[in-house]
C-alpha cells in the first residue's frame, strides 16, 4: 500500500538480510563504495535503503545485481569509525517501500526512487480492543514460552512500549528467518497476517522443541540438541 511520497535514497544490497521497520540492525561497512554511501549519508539525513539482492538472477540492464523490489529504509542511529577507513554502525528500521527505479547518478553507490508504503492496521486499532489485544498477547506468550523452551530466557521479554508493527517486527527479528519467509513478511501489507503467520511459525518451532525435549541431555543447553 502506498502512501504516495516518493523520495530518493542511497540502497545497500546486500544478500540474505531482511530488515524491518522498528528493528536494529548492525553493519559492518568495508567496501570503498559503500564508505562513500555512508558519508554521505551521515552528512545528509542518515538514512539508507536496504535492499535484498535477488540469488541466481540475471543483472539488470545497467549491469547491476537484480534486488527485490520491497525493502526497508533505516536511520543510523549509531556510527564507530575505525581507524583502517572501516564503520561499524547501527541502523533503526524507519519505513517499509517499493522500489520505483533506479536513478542515474555519478556516485559510486545505488541511488533509487522509492515510494514508502503504509500497513493496514490490526483489527480494532485500539488500546482495549479485545482483537487487537488478543493478538498481540497470544504473540508474546508465543515468544516467552519458545526463549524458555530453548534456554534462552532473556530473549523472552519483548519491548512493552511498541506499537503493533513494531511488536511483530521485533519478534520475527529474533527468528533467524531465512530470506524467502523474511521477505514474504516485510512484504505483507496487512499486520493481521504477518501476525498470524508469526505466530504458527513459533508454534511449529515450540512443537518441535517440545518433541526432542525427552532426549536432551540433563541440564545441558537445549541449543545443542
Same mark, same amino acid.
Given at each position: 500500500?502506498?502512501?504516495?511520497?516518493?523520495?530518493?535514497?542511497?540502497?545497500?544490497?546486500?544478500?540474505?538480510?531482511? *530488515?524491518?521497520?522498528?528493528?536494529? #540492525?548492525?553493519?559492518? !561497512? *568495508?567496501?570503498?563504495? $559503500?564508505?562513500?554511501?555512508?558519508? =554521505?549519508?551521515? !552528512?545528509? =539525513?542518515?538514512?539508507?535503503?536496504?535492499?535484498?539482492?535477488?540469488?541466481?538472477?540475471?543483472?539488470?540492464?545497467?549491469?547491476?545485481?537484480?534486488?527485490?523490489?520491497?525493502?526497508?529504509?533505516?536511520?543510523?542511529?549509531?556510527?564507530?569509525?575505525?581507524?583502517?577507513?572501516?564503520?561499524?554502525?547501527?541502523?533503526?528500521?524507519?519505513?517499509?517501500?517499493?522500489?520505483?527505479?533506479?536513478?542515474?547518478? =555519478?556516485?559510486? $553507490?545505488?541511488?533509487?526512487? !522509492?515510494?514508502?508504503?503504509?500497513?493496514?492496521? #490490526?483489527?480494532?486499532?485500539?488500546?482495549?480492543?479485545? !482483537?487487537?489485544?488478543?493478538?498481540?498477547?497470544?504473540?508474546?506468550?508465543?515468544?516467552?514460552?519458545?526463549?524458555?523452551?530453548?534456554?534462552?530466557?532473556?530473549?523472552?521479554?519483548?519491548?512493552?512500549?511498541?506499537?503493533?508493527?513494531?511488536?511483530?517486527?521485533?519478534?520475527?527479528?529474533?527468528?533467524?528467518?531465512?530470506?524467502? =519467509?523474511?521477505?514474504?513478511? #516485510? @512484504?505483507?501489507?496487512?499486520?493481521?497476517?504477518? $501476525?498470524?503467520?508469526?505466530?504458527?511459525?513459533? @508454534?511449529?518451532?515450540?512443537?518441535?522443541?517440545?518433541?526432542?525435549?525427552? $532426549?536432551?541431555?540433563?541440564?545441558?543447553?537445549?541449543?545443542?540438541?
Amino acid at each position: 500500500m502506498k502512501d504516495g511520497r516518493r523520495r530518493r535514497l542511497p540502497i545497500f544490497p546486500l544478500p540474505g538480510v531482511i *530488515f524491518f521497520p522498528q528493528t536494529d #540492525l548492525p553493519l559492518h !561497512v *568495508f567496501e570503498p563504495r $559503500y564508505r562513500t554511501l555512508l558519508a =554521505d549519508a551521515l !552528512v545528509g =539525513d542518515r538514512t539508507i535503503g536496504i535492499q535484498l539482492l535477488k540469488p541466481d538472477a540475471p543483472p539488470d540492464s545497467a549491469g547491476r545485481p537484480a534486488v527485490f523490489e520491497i525493502g526497508c529504509a533505516g536511520e543510523i542511529v549509531e556510527h564507530e569509525a575505525l581507524e583502517d577507513g572501516r564503520s561499524n554502525i547501527l541502523l533503526r528500521g524507519l519505513f517499509r517501500y517499493r522500489l520505483e527505479a533506479e536513478a542515474p547518478d =555519478d556516485r559510486p $553507490y545505488r541511488v533509487a526512487d !522509492v515510494v514508502p508504503l503504509s500497513v493496514v492496521p #490490526l483489527p480494532g486499532d485500539l488500546e482495549g480492543n479485545p !482483537v487487537r489485544d488478543g493478538l498481540r498477547g497470544l504473540l508474546v506468550r508465543s515468544v516467552e514460552k519458545l526463549a524458555v523452551s530453548v534456554g534462552r530466557p532473556q530473549a523472552r521479554s519483548l519491548p512493552e512500549d511498541l506499537n503493533d508493527e513494531g511488536l511483530v517486527n521485533e519478534a520475527l527479528s529474533r527468528l533467524g528467518l531465512d530470506a524467502d =519467509d523474511g521477505y514474504k513478511l #516485510l @512484504a505483507m501489507d496487512r499486520l493481521e497476517d504477518r $501476525y498470524s503467520w508469526a505466530v504458527s511459525h513459533i @508454534a511449529g518451532i515450540q512443537k518441535r522443541v517440545d518433541l526432542l525435549a525427552p $532426549y536432551r541431555q540433563g541440564d545441558g543447553d537445549p541449543r545443542w540438541n
